[in-house]
């Protein structure tokens, strides 16, 4: 069964600070990985995709990682700001021609002053 | 360009209604992908469409929902004889094509809420 596994489920950080959240995923066949932000009440928005190939890819102070041989993957948040409060989902998607995406249940940040 | 559109934002009905999400995709998608979140759950993948045809919707309940992506107009998720576990948010994404390195643009979401 296709599953992603996320950690920590909530993490709370001084606005300014750095935090790492972390994501296992069991998805076969395995085409890519993505991270999406989600506001309270909102749509997911996507921040980063990333083939088997890419090992790290960043989007403004979002960095996110990926081992493909371990099935691993992490989000970097650097010097964290209010705004980055919101919950943070790892994605896979199945297949190479396929686009079903298999969902973490997601990390709730909360970034306080 | 306007985003995914979906209305409504928030819908109430007793158990045993029908409720209609409409989800308007991105202008030149042709690639509508509807998702469940249950409350304190993460999203699950329901049904994915191309105009006028269904192309994977291992995700569906088997009875009481539907789905449609005509040719013209909205796409629409259809729940009837709705029941309390039906109460969700259901998010429409949609892409302009089949590639899966095309990034799926999400809706505001649906809010359901059955009495």
């Known amino acids: 069964k296709n599953q992603v596994e996320q950690s920590p489920q909530s993490l709370i950080i001084l606005e300014g600070k750095n935090c790492t959240l972390q994501c296992n995923y069991t998805v076969s066949p395995f085409s890519n990985l993505r991270w999406y932000k989600q506001d309270t009440g909102r749509g997911p928005v996507s921040l980063t995709i990333m083939t088997f190939s890419e090992n790290t890819k960043s989007n403004g102070r979002y960095t996110a990682t990926l081992d493909a041989d371990t099935k691993q993957s992490s989000l970097h948040i650097t010097a964290s700001q209010l705004s980055d409060s919101a919950s943070y989902i790892c994605?896979?998607?199945?297949?190479?021609?396929?686009?079903?995406?298999?969902f973490g249940g997601g990390t709730r940040v909360l970034v306080k002053p | 360009n306007a985003g995914v559109m979906q209305n409504p934002r928030h819908l109430v009905r007793r158990r045993g209604q029908e409720a209609r999400l409409r989800c308007s995709p991105m202008k030149g998608h042709s690639h509508v992908y509807w998702y469940r979140q249950l409350p304190e759950e993460g999203l699950k993948f329901m049904v994915y469409?191309?105009?006028?045809?269904?192309?994977?919707e291992s995700g569906m309940p088997k009875e009481r929902f539907s789905a449609e992506f005509p040719k013209e107009g909205p796409s629409i998720l259809r729940i009837q004889q709705v029941v309390r576990g039906d109460s969700a948010a259901y998010f429409c994404?949609?892409?302009?094509?089949?590639?899966?390195?095309?990034?799926?643009?999400f809706g505001p979401g649906t809010r359901l809420t059955v009495l």
């Open positions: 469409l191309q105009k006028e045809n269904i192309i994977d």
């Open positions: 994605v896979a998607l199945e297949g190479a021609a396929g686009n079903k995406l298999t």
């Open positions: 994404a949609s892409s302009p094509g089949q590639s899966a390195y095309n990034e799926q643009f």
